[in-house]
């Protein structure tokens, strides 16, 4: 059970009642939706590089799987191999992800993110040495968005773990990615 209530639909704001009521129907956007200051700029941003970004899906959801990991977020993690899986990533990809396992069912690049992420989350930064690799083959949008896209994740985990969000009740049937660009696309 959630460490405080989730609210009340009826209590919001109408323009947040209608933006939660066009969302996917996650226990975090429910629980951000408690704060009106962050609520919809919040999504916004998610909107922002899960439909309207320039990393490759596949590569945006290791990153996310694997800041899970490092976090401890189970309710990420939960939500987001469903994702991966909806999107066509195999299951012995989404397993690799787990800190200590081989990475070998990725690519050189992959690796590279992958430690590119590690290093963000358990060091606050990447090395200069990962960032260079990493500049090698990404574009400065890229690594400004896949920087964003670690942080977010961060955030979200912590948010997660601190109000001790629960798995919903119902998952949701698909990624719900296009239901978050559906719902900014109204504001």
């Known amino acids: 059970m959630a460490r405080i209530p989730y609210p009340d639909p009826e209590s919001l704001p109408n323009d947040d009642r209608e933006f939660l009521a066009n969302l996917p129907q996650l226990n975090i956007s429910r629980m951000l939706a ?20 320039v990393l490759d899906t596949e590569l945006r959801e290791i ?18 191999k469903r994702a991966a899986r909806v999107l066509g990533m195999s299951p012995e990809r989404i397993d690799a992800l787990e800190p200590g396992k081989s990475l ?27 960032f260079t690799q990493v ?39 698909d990624t719900g990615i296009d239901d978050i660009g559906k719902a900014v696309s109204k504001l």
């Open 63 to 80: 990153v996310i799987l694997r800041v899970a990991h490092l976090r401890e977020s189970y309710y990420e993690l939960e939500n987001h």
């Open 104 to 130: 070998d069912e990725f690519s050189e690049q992959e690796q590279l993110v992958i430690k590119f992420t590690d290093e963000v989350v358990l060091d606050g930064g990447a090395s200069l040495e990962t």
């Open 135 to 173: 500049e090698d083959f990404m574009n400065a949008a890229e690594l400004i968005e896949l920087t964003v896209v670690i942080g977010v994740y961060t955030m979200v985990s912590q948010i997660c773990e601190t109000f001790d969000i629960e798995f919903e009740e119902t998952p949701i049937a």
């Open 34 to 53: 408690g704060s009106p200051s962050m609520f919809q700029p919040l999504t916004r941003v998610f909107n922002a590089y899960l439909n309207n970004g």
